[in-house]
């Protein structure tokens, strides 16, 4: 991601506050705040649609599928997070596959997603874990919720 020159004071520095894609899916809409002004302004970068292919455990490839990702994503995270969220949230899991370039594992890109959602919300995170490791039963729910302790709260609730 890269600054945009401010269209009032014409510095070059600016954080992004969000992003989301477009209605066409076609293109991600910042909203950049000026470090310089302070000012607000929107861009739009195209998407860039060629080049990123996801190579599937059976070896076979396909193109990125930008609504599968969000759905997958909408699925576990549905009632925990909110639309604007996990559009936020597939537009990040994108940019860390782009920013890879080329190829990408499907396990990959279900990595990705579970390091994210482990920031935001834990229900989402054990729904969609439990999609992409397949749990098979409770005790993997549980084996999951331990290791989740142990890495979001450290030495408080671990048995001696
Ligand atoms: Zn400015």
């Not at 059976?58 to 599968?68: L, V």
Request: glycine residues 8%; negative net charge; proline residues 3%.
């Amino acid at each position: 991601m890269t600054a945009v020159r401010c269209p009032f004071c014409r510095e070059n520095d600016d954080k992004v506050v969000d992003s989301r894609t477009g209605e066409d899916g076609a293109a991600i809409r910042r909203r950049r705040e000026c470090l310089a002004c302070g000012r607000r302004f929107t861009t739009y970068e195209r998407i860039d649609e060629q080049g990123l292919v996801v190579c599937k455990r059976d070896g076979t490839r396909e193109p990125f599928d930008r609504p599968k990702l969000r759905a997958g994503i909408e699925r576990a995270a549905t009632g925990r997070l909110d639309e604007h969220a996990i559009d936020a949230l597939a537009v990040e899991v994108e940019e860390q596959l782009r920013a890879q370039g080329g190829e990408v594992g499907s396990d990959r890109i279900g990595l990705i997603v579970l390091e994210q959602l482990r920031a935001l919300d834990h229900v989402a995170y054990l729904r969609f874990a439990s999609v992409y490791k397949g749990f098979e039963d409770l005790a993997d729910f549980e084996r999951e919720v331990v290791e989740l302790q142990k890495t979001t709260e450290p030495k408080r609730r671990l048995p001696s």
